[in-house]
């Protein structure tokens, strides 16, 4: 009885959680989000529903407005996984007849007949099976499925073949309803914990002037406020309405300055879309396919302009820069290259990480407990000009690293390897200034192993991505840095693939 009266308050914590992710940002008049509504809507998705201003709107998979979307949330204390079996198997969503995916068509039918403006999506701590197709057919920038992977095959006899005949048999439908329907799914892996999302909701609160509750107390009201409002049939809110209802309840923080965040992004993270709470943001997301750059030419003849142009014109507007960067590597990397330290901007950042969330190298004083770096220097061929550096915070990549260089870089003579002392993993950088303090004494090294020799700095990091962006800002000390990014998903070669050379003016002549 104790376990189950626990499963369900942690899914109402989960529900009550990304509904404020959302409603939150009625506060914000910059947030395209005008109307929030909880507990209401089709059966099956009517957990949370947004709309969107159509004038800002965020566009879906095809480029199109996305005016509405409506999210189902699903909770579960174990984790596990699902397929395309289990949207058609009525016990996936609890029900005795009709599947998730059913609900979907009927809310489709009702709601978005053209198969254009609404989405409905599945937000669950569950993920989509590795082995299972249906990974292979949902967009990682916004979870919609990909209907040119699903459609591109002629017949049934394919791994979306498979999903396509199952699908239809169960709904009853030909290939064109098939086609509506799917073009309005999206699947959402949500694998913050509860108090990840409660240190996201502290991050937001922050910046629309909601009352902060300190992580200490175990009580977090707001989680119970919701499902009080819904008790007084108040199930939606507009921007005047949330004001109000906020202000009535003493949540309104009108003393707390709004900071402004400006946003990169090249991947979409799955709950927090950074145009629902930056005044600007860059999306370079077009340019990829799922991780994947689509034209590896484009790193340095649009990608970086375009970074440059983007961080110059926000810091010409301040002298202290909120950043939020759901980018790559590179782009964290050549976003400090621009806003060097020597641009007279004073830089915070929003990592995304189990603890402190507003990084700076002015955050908290220095504490002599914090892990330094180790530095190993391994020679390959001494005759060799270039120097490799793997610096590996949050996981080891020395061996990945040797392994792609005796590969693939056989200009590279000596590797210089950094790692914090105790081994990496997600906390071993603590905070803004331990990752500036590493990445002064990671830049420092790389200096020394440099010399006069090495013409080429060839560099692979996995590290937050506060520390590149510091070890980005000493970027002009060290001399030209070819970047590389990792194929974590296996995609292609499961291994590195180089990306950008920085200064890039320069790169070519100095790498040719």
């Known amino acids: ?89 009525p016990e996936f969503i609890n029900a005795n007849a009709k599947s998730l995916l059913q609900r979907a068509h ?14 409905f999506k599945l937000l669950t701590n569950w993920r989509i099976d590795r082995a299972d197709p249906l990974r292979e057919i949902i967009g990682t920038r916004s979870g919609a499925l ?28 030909d290939e064109n309803g ?22 996201t909701l502290d991050l937001l609160f922050s910046y629309v002037g909601l009352r902060r509750i300190p992580v200490h107390q175990s009580a977090f009201p707001y989680d119970d406020l919701v499902f009080q409002w819904m008790g007084q049939g108040r199930l939606e809110f507009d921007r005047s309405s949330f004001r109000a209802a906020c202000d009535r309840e003493g949540l309104l923080d009108a003393a707390k300055p709004v900071v402004a965040v400006h946003g990169v992004k090249s991947f979409e993270h799955p709950i927090d879309r950074l145009e629902d709470r930056c005044v600007e943001v860059l999306d370079l997301t077009p340019e990829f396919d799922e991780r994947h750059i689509r034209n590896d030419e484009d790193w340095a003849d649009k990608l970086y302009p375009a970074l440059s ?35 007279g901007r004073a830089i915070e950042l929003e990592q995304r990480t189990t603890d402190r969330r507003i990084w700076s190298p002015d955050d908290t004083d220095a504490d002599d407990a914090w892990p330094t770096l180790e530095m190993q220097l391994v020679e390959v061929d001494p005759d060799k000009p270039d120097l490799a550096v793997a610096v590996g915070l949050t996981h080891d990549i020395a061996g990945a690293v040797e392994t792609y260089t005796k590969d693939a870089l056989p200009e590279v003579g000596r590797i210089l390897v950094c790692r914090p002392r105790g081994g990496p ?23 020394r192993a440099r ?27 060290m001399g030209v840095v070819r970047l590389y990014e990792f194929d974590f998903e296996g995609q292609r070669s499961g291994s590195y693939r180089p990306s950008i050379s920085l200064p890039p003016i320069r790169a070519a002549a100095d790498v040719a």
């Open 309 to 343: 142009a983007f961080l110059l014109a926000a810091a010409a507007k301040s002298d202290r820069l909120r950043l939020a960067l759901d980018a790559h590597v590179t782009l964290a990397f050549a976003a400090g290259s621009v806003l060097n330290i020597k641009s």
């Open 146 to 173: 990909r209907l040119e992977r699903l459609f591109g095959t002629a017949t049934d006899n394919s791994k979306t073949g498979a999903i396509r005949k199952a699908w239809r048999e169960h709904l009853g439908l």
């Open 451 to 477: 010399g006069n020799g090495p013409r080429v700095i060839h560099l692979f990091v996995a590290a937050p991505n506060a520390f590149t962006f510091f070890l980005g800002q000493r970027q002009p000390a």
């Open 1 to 89: 009885m104790t376990q189950a009266v626990t499963v369900r308050r942690d899914g109402d914590t989960f529900q009550a959680r990304l509904f404020w992710l959302r409603a939150a940002r009625l506060l914000d008049a910059e947030s395209p989000v005008v109307k929030v509504g909880f507990e209401l809507g089709p059966k099956s998705f009517d957990d949370i529903w947004v709309d969107y201003d159509p004038r800002r709107s965020p566009v879906d998979q095809n480029g199109a407005p996305l005016l509405r979307e409506h999210i189902q949330c699903k909770w579960h204390v174990t984790p596990d996984s699902y397929g395309y079996g289990q949207l058609i198997d």
């Open 425 to 447: 993993g997600a906390r071993s950088v603590t905070c803004g200034r331990h990752a500036f303090m590493l990445a002064e004494a990671a830049a420092a090294e790389i200096r």
């Open 106 to 119: 009927v809310a489709q039918c009702a709601h978005a007949p053209a198969g254009v403006g609404i989405r």
């Open 178 to 199: 098939l086609r509506l329907l799917a073009g309005t799914l999206a699947f959402g892996e949500a694998t913050d914990s509860l108090d990840d999302l409660r240190e």
